[in-house]
């Protein structure tokens, strides 16, 4: 392993911990006040915290496996790519779920509490889970009536590697493809909605321009997610790239395609938000006085 690689590596692993770490701390915060373990908005940002942290991590585990050329069993990297896969769907649709839940306050302020429940949250982050590992759990059954002795091969752990059928990668393409779509029709949507509320006289138009930036923000977060379509095509391109460049074009292409915009997404959502921000900056700079 050349210094080079060895560097890349460093600087993968200390981006990915460093913003783990920023994460761990605004879910602290969240868990230690009560006044946000009640808020159904705050409850779907710390699964947003939870589920990006967990796919940054899982999608590293992959990266330094393959990077290492590690064999395992598929019954091991089925798991791995469970994680990756469910945490990757999860994230678009906590994205349409938080939207909603700020249209839900702004059409409909005086039942928000009553609509927006911790009871109704917990069960729209269950449905989100369901969801996402529809698909991923459908395709390890049928590999697994197909190939009886499939858990027991080693494999070098690619997504590919656990699909035996083609249709089954152009499906899993589909598939995302077609979730993104419906989120940011969604998005789209709940923003146009709340501007036309904005413009009522009898709308609270603060309340509605702050959530309308919000789900513009959501609109941003989901463009994020859209990166890991492009690191497919750049991945695709690269390949048929000199030798001499591939290995650098493919690790900017990880770094910049998938970490980053997994480290960035919560951390601007977490810091744009007036009752996070100066209790973040505290504990982060630790400063008693803005702790208080």
């Known amino acids: 392993m050349t210094a080079v690689v060895v560097t890349e590596i460093i600087v993968i692993l200390g981006t990915s911990f460093f913003f783990t770490f920023l994460s761990g701390i605004m879910f602290f915060i969240l868990w230690s006040k009560p006044k946000f373990r009640e808020d159904s908005r705050y409850i779907l940002f710390a699964h947003m915290l939870i589920n990006d942290s967990v796919h940054l991590m899982g999608t590293i585990v992959l990266f330094l496996c393959v990077l290492a050329f590690l064999h395992m069993s598929k019954a091991i990297c089925s798991i791995l790519v469970l ?3 469910v945490t990757y769907h ?3 649709l ?3 779920v938080i939207s909603l839940e700020r249209y839900v306050a702004i059409r409909f302020p005086l039942r928000h509490t009553e609509i927006a429940t911790q009871r109704r949250t917990a069960i729209a982050i269950g449905l989100i889970w369901l969801i996402s590992s529809v698909n991923i759990l459908i395709e390890l059954f049928y590999s ?5 002795h499939f858990f027991t091969a080693p494999v070098l752990c690619l997504r590919e590697q656990m699909l035996i059928e083609e249709w089954q990668l152009a499906f899993s393409t589909g ?3 077609f979730f993104l779509v419906v989120v940011a029709l969604t998005i789209l949507y709940i923003y146009i909605s709340i501007t036309f509320i904005a413009k009522s006289a009898s709308t609270n138009k603060d309340s509605a321009n702050k959530a309308r930036k919000t789900v513009l923000l959501h609109m941003f977060q989901l463009g994020l997610c859209v990166t890991s379509f492009l690191f497919i095509l750049f991945e695709s391109l ?3 790239t000199a030798t001499a460049l591939y290995v650098p074009l493919q690790y900017l292409n990880f770094f910049c395609l998938l970490v980053l915009p997994r480290c960035l997404s919560p951390l601007i959502y977490g810091l744009r938000d007036n009752a996070i921000r100066p209790l973040f900056l505290g504990y982060f700079r630790y400063n008693p006085t803005t702790l208080k």
């Open 83 to 85: 994680i990756t896969v």
């Open 175 to 177: 598939l995302n493809f």
């Open 144 to 148: 697994i009536a197909l190939d009886p």
């Open 238 to 240: 690269i390949v048929k």
């Open 90 to 92: 999860n994230t678009p």
């Open 94 to 96: 906590n994205l349409a």
